[in-house]
């Protein structure tokens, strides 16, 4: 297997970026809304973990679409309609630019409540934002609006996937996945 894409065929370092990235939002959207419900000791040690989570979710996303601006992307499989590719860049793009923006938006409602972020509890991330009530209030809407929007696509994703899967049978899942 390469470990660069081809015209054919994703590498195996694109693969592992996928494949890690939605373990990781699998990961963040269970400890987010757990939050709701938690309090004290508890509810502090999972914030922190849900706050680290996002940092670590917002590089990999960079370098994720640094390695996918140096690389070809494969050439789309079967014979979709324009609009239907036009749709999956449209969806790509829309789910990269909303995990970055999902970060941001949790970084800044975190540091306008007076939050020190820390990843893993090493490093301490430099505020960006004053304290305030009313900055955190609209970031911790939009954190939330965001992540239903970025579920929804996730969602129209996997059913696409699906679709090219057992509609089409064109390969398009295959070839993400490993041992092709």
């Known amino acids: 297997m390469n470990l660069r894409n081809t015209p054919q065929a994703y590498g195996l370092i694109s693969k592992l970026f996928h494949w890690i990235t939605v373990l990781m939002i699998m990961l963040a959207i269970p400890l987010g809304i757990s939050l709701d419900r938690m309090q004290g000791q508890q509810a502090i040690i999972v914030t922190t973990m849900h706050q680290s989570w996002g940092l670590l979710i917002f590089g990999f996303v960079t370098l994720r679409l640094i390695w996918r601006l140096l690389n070809p992307q494969p050439e789309v499989l079967g014979d979709n309609p324009a609009w239907m590719n036009s749709a999956a860049r449209l969806v790509h793009r829309l789910v990269y630019g909303l995990i970055l923006l999902q970060a941001i938006a949790g970084l800044v409602m975190s540091q306008a409540d007076g939050d020190t972020l820390m990843l893993a509890r ?37 059913c696409a996937t699906l679709h090219h899967h057992f509609g089409a049978r064109d390969g398009t899942l295959k070839r993400m996945w490993f041992g092709r």
């Open 122 to 158: 090493i490093w301490k991330i430099p505020a960006i934002v004053p304290e305030s009530e009313t900055l955190h209030r609209i970031w911790h809407e939009a954190h939330e609006t965001i992540w239903m929007l970025l579920l929804a696509l996730i969602i129209g994703h996997i």
